[in-house]
């Protein structure tokens, strides 16, 4: 388990879900907004792990890392999703269907190849991990709504962190799963 990379692609995954998290956070219980946060993570990673160990059963890892092409395609392509917010009677489940909306592609394709190989104890732990990581991402989103720079350093430059991101997690799949090395070989 690559921590390093676990976290890059969390915030690679997650930085267009910051910008909308200071709306909802000024709008929702800071309680809620972890809780609906959280679910839709977990439920989402947890697609990826079993979609993954399905690909395993039918395919050897080195083929599997043509899933890092995923990534490097998601921060390559021009994305002009126009995300709103629809009002719920649920704060939880407003975010947790807020997040689905906005994260359930590039979360899918983005952890999906990442978390190939991984044992089920590998995956609990990335599970905290990331958990762990939404949790502060929140309370620091939080804390950083009232400072009116950083939303606009994040206005400005999120798009493009985000697609270096992307590519960065791709290229490591890539190299990671030995896909590189197996057509080097081939030559």
Request: aromatic fraction near 14%; glycine fraction near 10%.
């Given at each position: ?8 692609t969390f ?97 899918l394709s ?78």
């Amino acid at each position: 388990m690559n921590f390093g990379l676990l976290t890059a692609t969390f915030i690679g995954v997650n930085l267009d879900f910051f910008i909308i998290l200071l709306f909802l956070l000024k709008e929702f219980k800071l309680s809620r907004v972890m809780i609906g946060y959280l679910a839709g993570v977990v439920l989402l990673m947890s697609l990826s792990f079993g979609i993954g160990k399905t690909l395993e059963l039918f395919a050897p890892e080195w083929i599997l890392g043509v899933l890092g092409f995923i990534p490097i395609y998601m921060g390559l392509r021009d994305d002009d999703d126009d995300t709103k917010i629809h009002d719920s009677e649920s704060q939880i489940w407003n975010v947790f269907i807020t997040y689905l909306a906005v994260c359930a592609g590039c979360n899918l394709s983005i952890f999906l190849p990442v978390l190939i190989g991984e044992t089920f104890t590998n995956f609990v732990l990335t599970l905290v991990y990331i958990g762990a990581l939404t949790i502060l991402a929140v309370l620091l989103i939080k804390w950083l709504g009232s400072n009116k720079y950083v939303a606009g350093f994040m206005d400005h430059y999120g798009e493009v962190l985000m697609k270096i991101c992307y590519i960065g997690v791709g290229i490591y799949v890539l190299f990671d799963s030995g896909f590189i090395m197996h057509i080097i070989h081939l030559f």
